[in-house]
């Protein structure tokens, strides 16, 4: 995978790996990159503090801003036609009581392809592995058909509705709210149901150390 590649800050102290991605902490030079992708009216108008239009101001704040405050937010890299690229992000963007929350979007060009499913699988694994959450929680619009499917791959269980405001959308939007428990987390896990059944770099390092080789 060309994205092993990466070399990453030794400031950084978490890196997330999946089958397919890297996910590593924004820095500054991404902020072409982040606002080049960003610039959609669809991420603006599914999400809650991305605007629309998108500057490259708006991609500098936004790394400074989450270098600054040590934020759980991730760029994910993927193997595009050999050459390691960013293609979305994802992160914990609020939180709800006690309940971490998690939000994501996928750049245009590489939608349709499961990234967004293991992203947010990476950050849900992150959240109940390394964080030590009881609960997770996600939004999404309810027009937003992908987005909760992307959820409900992921174990999410339907928990009500509400508004959230949207500075993309100028306003505020009805969305589903849903839950994910540890305990049932534990359970897709011991089911094959989640990323160590499908994402085969993992499922080969398991096997690995199961027979004592790597
Ligand atoms: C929502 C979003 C993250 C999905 O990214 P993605 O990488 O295309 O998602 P995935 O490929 O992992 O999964 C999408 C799923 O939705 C399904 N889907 C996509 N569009 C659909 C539609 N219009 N109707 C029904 N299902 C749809 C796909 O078939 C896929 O499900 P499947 O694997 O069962 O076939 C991406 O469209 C995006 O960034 N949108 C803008 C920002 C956003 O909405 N962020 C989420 C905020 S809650």
Redo the contacts with the bound molecule.
Sequence with gaps: MVCEKLEFDEREDCILRTGRLVLRRPRAGDAARIAELAN?R??AE??VVIPHPYTLGDAEKFVAHVTEAKAETFLAFADIEGVCTMV?CGGFTAQEGDVPTI??????P???????????RALVDHAFEDMGAERLG????VT????????E?CGFQWAGCGLSSSLGFKGSFPVDKFRLERGIWQSLIAWGHGRRARWPVNAVSANAEAEGTR
Excluded: L, M, Q
């Design positions: 959609d669809t991420i599914n999400t979305g939000g994501y979007w996928v750049g245009a590489y939608r349709g392809r499961g990234f967004a499913t293991e992203i947010a996600v939004s999404c619009r937003n058909t992908a987005s909760r499917r992307v959820i791959k």
